[in-house]
């Protein structure tokens, strides 16, 4: 039907896009100049380019957008403003102070609809991002082998419109006329032409943050060999930060940046160096929150083929340039100092470890910090908290139920929506990848809510691990040694990362060093995570050799045979 | 004479056997005793039977209530230590040269049993309110703890907050330094070198938490700051610091907590004190400057004005600020004096816990009374210069001194030398301003010439 209607604006269609590309040609001298990365200079044909022809080391993906850079700047301005009244960030990393409110959502349709005037190229976006898979290894990396095994090229079954986040033909199409084609207008805009409603931009044109979100689907944040992702991980790094707010709720410092893409990411600074280990006598609610370890996360998640972490990437920062001076945030403002070693610090405002004593100093004004991709604001993709049903008592003297109750699982399994679906065993994904990070703190997780419960679960707030790399934490193993079940393919793949050839610590080293900031992590926590490793294999041997390999380990890999690859995409 | 200065050859010992050391006072009058012998054995008196009536109704509470207290016996002694120190109190020092009760006093205060632990009055005096906002914490804000021991002493409490070998953070103000209990020890023990006898006695203590205060003490508050720690070590915090996430809680090992243990002073009903700001107090903020920071006239106003105009007053200051520089103390905001011996009596150095924080810098700002009022006691003076000789070495005397703790070594070796190169910037300011000015203007005989 929709396909339908298309065909009595086909002949426009293709007169506005012959126009765009005209314009494209015309401005591409500019944009080339504005353009970082080697390969800018193809990025006026990315809609023609062929994701085959990428390579696969993420690294060297530099592929770019056409219409990324050279936003008006009048727009910039707009925004800037627009953003500094709104310091609550869409992305919760603690879910507790959420808070939604219209201003929110008007920004998101306005932004929504400058990136979206058009969302007829959406589904080749996600077409052309999924179908990396079938290159050649290019590179002797053990990266890129363990991402050549057949266990890292299983199918997702196929995607409908109710398995993508944002429906590209209605959703995102809708936007524009739900916030009201008057305000566009309003703007007065001269130059806003080329991104105007009838839309003759492409997906390619998108901003990376936006291909980010349009691919979030059903089961996973991003898809494996999604070029957006390194490109966004880039832009994290490179792009000028625009305006700098601090996030309201949270314990510990946290500042929102925006992008001169109007892309946002949550920053959390240096706390720690990274040799420093978290006190013994620390409890788990006081340890600081780590930005290492955040992209350290986002690293092991990758390699471990959840991908339910947005992306985070490090980058050093100029305090003085890149947030006092873009902060409308008088309070954040105001705490700015100079040391008496002559460094600029700050310590912002929040209730955990926001004082003169632990002020943020940089050398003398560079910090280091993580920058976290933000998901889609929650006026567009409303999500859902969920406490942890293995959640800690939060209190010093205090047990949870969990710690005294040996047969608490069987509770827990009867519960909704523990009681179907993967729901269960994707807790038992978490407390692996928590358990191999030694992060204590995963009181809640969250869900998109248009998925329901069949969905993955997203893995948010992760500076608390890699605190302690000589100590094993076993009580975050507790769900799994009481549930005594896995899925098949995560299974399969801690055996494989168990071994030599494709050993954790050596496949997060090389995946690490592609960071800025690297290296993210000492020798130390590298081993800690083959030890853990071991650990968490033991725990499931045990379950089998107790229970039986049938009732422990979930086959979900739909009779795909972990040795065969399927040729070619869907 | 005493254990203290037994050992023979010390350096140490030929100090105080140094005719500079032997320097008699003018006799003392029943004006220049701080405290009557017959007023405070009563006080004294009146305090065990009250201790021992509280401590009555407090054992029927707690059984009432099925807690077990243990009930400490309390000695009245009238030759206890504490006593004799407060009793040697005079209008020149805290304690005579030849006093043998200081070595009395440390002993006690190291081993006597505590029956009693307790917030201090400032701390008391905040009543729970904690201002998170506050950049300059007020000083009941730190952990420290009032003690009482068997004989009825007291003593205050400071648990051991940083490693001997760490250093304060470069980025760190004054204000928001760390509060180092071995600090507070060598202070003591420079002040006692420097024959300068104004802070009281203070020495290191190994305390078991549990024993010697969550089981002593009748606060529910403090009791309710305790708990055990995920390395099972006993913890307990600084209430406001804790909430406001300032600082983390003093842990022991598993419950054994070093800590420096400070003579309380006669109580403020039977020997008032007043607290008077240091002319050259900081400016306690990030970026504001006091005006002896600008002005290097300053001292010249100070002179003209009451008390600074006439007696000693100015000299005792410069005295502090040279015993502040060498321990590397910026945060001096205000000093104290018993009223009863008026303007010329000598300057309590209390609160010295924010010294020995940088081996590696020498603050001179500290140094700016001396340096712009350029006048110095001849006493002080020629100990300073003795002080720098090879045969006395600063350094050498303190690290002998500091040998005599329990809790040794108190300060690493960086911090022993810089005691000697702070030493050489003194005399080399003092200097210049002899050079400047002329001896007769800088050097203020306040004693016969003795050698």
């Known amino acids: 039907m929709i396909l339908f209607r298309k065909f009595r604006v086909l002949i426009l269609m293709v007169f506005l896009v012959a126009c765009t590309m005209h314009i494209m040609i015309d401005l591409l ?8 990365g080697p390969n800018s200079g193809n990025g006026g044909c990315s809609c023609s380019h062929n994701p085959s022809e990428e390579p696969r080391n993420w690294a060297k993906q530099r592929a770019r957008s056409a219409a990324e850079p050279g936003w008006p700047n009048k727009h910039t301005l707009r925004i800037l403003q627009d953003f500094s009244n709104e310091p609550n960030s869409n992305l919760s990393s603690h879910s507790l102070e959420k808070v939604i409110n219209t201003g929110d959502k008007a920004e998101s349709f306005k932004r929504i609809k400058q990136f979206a005037p058009n969302a007829d190229g959406q589904k080749t976006l996600i077409k052309d991002t999924r179908d990396g898979r079938t290159q050649p290894v290019q590179t002797v990396s053990r990266l890129s082998a363990l991402f050549e095994h057949p266990l890292y090229k299983t199918d997702l079954p196929p995607l409908t419109d ?6 590209v033909n209605t959703d995102i199409r809708f936007y524009p006329k739900a916030a009201g084609n008057q305000e566009w207008h309003n703007e007065g805009n001269e130059e806003d032409e080329e991104y105007n409603p009838t839309g003759e931009a492409t997906a390619e044109s998108y901003p990376n943050w936006l291909r980010f979100h349009i691919g979030i689907t059903r089961y996973e944040l991003y898809s494996r060999h999604n070029p957006v992702i390194d490109a966004l991980l880039k832009d994290l790094v490179s792009q000028s930060i625009t305006s700098v707010a601090m996030k309201s709720g949270g314990t510990q410092l946290k500042l929102i940046m925006t992008f001169q893409n109007y892309g946002q990411a949550l920053f959390k600074p240096m706390k720690q160096t990274r040799e420093q280990e978290t006190p013994p006598d620390f409890f788990y609610f006081s340890d600081f929150e780590r930005h290492n370890a955040e992209i350290a996360a986002f690293h092991l998640d990758r390699i471990l083929d959840f991908r339910r972490v947005p992306p985070v990437a490090g980058r050093l920062v100029n305090m003085t340039r890149e947030i006092r001076d873009v902060t409308r945030d008088k309070k954040l403002w105001r705490t700015f100092f100079i040391s008496p070693a002559n460094n600029i610090c700050f310590y912002g405002e929040c209730s955990y470890y926001c004082s003169t004593e632990h002020a943020l100093c940089g050398k003398p004004d560079q910090i280091e910090g993580s920058l976290a991709a933000f998901l889609p604001d929650l006026a567009l993709a409303k999500r859902k908290t969920w406490r942890n049903p293995w959640r800690r008592s939060y209190h010093k003297r205090k047990k949870a139920e969990w710690e005294v109750d040996p047969d608490y699982c069987d509770e827990v399994k009867q519960t909704p929506p523990y009681d179907r679906g993967s729901r269960l065993l994707d807790i038992m994904d978490m407390t692996i990848f928590d358990f191999l990070m030694g992060n204590m703190d995963r009181h ?12 993955f679960i997203i893995h948010l707030d992760n500076g608390r691990g890699f605190g302690k790399h000589s100590h094993d934490e076993i009580s975050i193993l507790v769900p799994l040694s009481q549930c005594c079940r896995v899925k098949r393919s995560t299974y399969l793949r801690l055996q494989l990362l168990a071994k030599e050839d494709y050993k954790l610590s050596s496949l997060m080293e090389e995946s690490l060093r592609r960071d800025r900031l690297a290296p993210i992590l000492i020798q130390p926590h590298l081993e800690a995570m083959d030890r853990r490793l071991r650990l968490v294999l033991k725990v499931l041997a045990d379950c089998v050799e107790k229970e039986g390999y049938s009732a422990v380990v979930e086959d979900d890999l739909d009779g795909q045979p972990a040795s065969h690859q399927r040729p070619g995409g869907r | 004479s005493t254990e203290f200065f037994s050992k023979h050859g010390s350096k140490l010992e030929h100090l105080f056997a140094h005719p500079l050391y032997k320097i008699s006072l003018p006799d003392l009058g029943p004006d220049d005793v701080l405290l009557q012998k017959e007023e405070l054995m009563e006080y004294y008196r009146r305090k065990v039977s009250r201790w021992e009536r509280q401590q009555k109704y407090y054992i029927e509470a707690a059984a009432a209530s099925n807690i077990s207290v243990f009930d400490q016996p309390v000695t009245f002694d009238p030759h206890a230590s504490w006593l004799k120190f407060h009793l040697g109190i005079n209008r020149h020092a805290l304690y005579s040269r030849e006093d043998d009760n200081i070595d009395r006093l440390l002993q006690d205060m190291q081993s006597a049993a505590i029956i009693s632990a307790d917030y201090t009055q400032d701390e008391k005096a905040l009543k729970g309110l904690c201002d998170c906002t506050q950049v300059v914490k007020p000083s009941g804000h730190h952990l420290k703890l009032a003690l009482k021991l068997q004989d009825f002493g007291k003593a205050m409490f400071k648990p051991m907050r940083q490693e001997r070998h760490e250093e304060t953070p470069e980025d760190f103000f004054y204000f928001v330094d760390f509060q180092r209990h071995n600090a507070e020890i060598a202070a003591f023990h420079l002040d006692r070198v420097l024959d300068f006898r104004r802070v009281p006695p203070v020495v290191g203590r190994l305390i078991n938490m549990t024993k010697e205060i969550l089981h002593t003490t009748h606060n ?4 309710s700051v305790f708990f055990t720690s995920p390395a099972n070590n006993t913890c307990f915090f600084a209430k406001c610091l804790y909430v406001c996430k300032t600082e983390y809680a003093v842990c022991g090992r598993p419950d054994l907590l070093e800590g420096s243990m400070s003579a309380y002073l006669p109580g403020l009903s039977i020997a008032p004190r007043i607290s008077i700001p240091n002319p050259w107090i900081r400016s306690y903020s990030f970026t504001g400057r006091a005006e002896w920071e600008v002005n290097p006239l300053y001292c010249d106003t100070i002179k003209q004005h009451y008390p600074y105009n006439s007696g000693d007053r100015l000299l005792n200051i410069i005295d502090m600020a040279i015993f502040d520089f060498l321990t590397g103390n910026m945060d001096r905001h205000h000093y104290e004096i018993f009223t009863k011996f008026g303007d010329d009596g000598f300057l309590l150095h209390f609160d010295n816990a924010r010294g020995f924080g940088r081996h590696s810098q020498d603050e001179m700002s500290i140094l700016a009374p001396l340096s712009q009022c350029c006048m110095i006691k001849r006493s002080t003076l020629l100990r300073l210069k003795l002080l720098a000789q090879p045969e006395y070495q600063l350094s050498d005397v303190m690290r002998e001194s500091l040998d005599r703790d329990p809790l040794r070594p108190i300060l690493t070796e960086p911090h022993l030398s810089a005691l ?10 003092v200097m210049k301003c ?18």
């Open chain 2, 434 to 451: 002899v050079k400047k000015l002329g001896e007769q203007q800088v050097v203020i005989a306040d004693i016969e010439e003795a050698s």
């Open chain 2, 420 to 429: 000697d190169r702070r030493l050489e910037r003194v005399l080399r300011v």
């Open chain 1, 162 to 167: 109710d398995d993508t986040l944002f429906n």
């Open chain 1, 444 to 455: 809640h997780y969250e869900t998109f809510e248009k998925f329901g419960n069949d969905t």
């Open chain 1, 29 to 36: 001298p500019k944009l080339e100049k504005r353009a970082t």
């Open chain 2, 220 to 223: 529910e508050d403090l009791r």
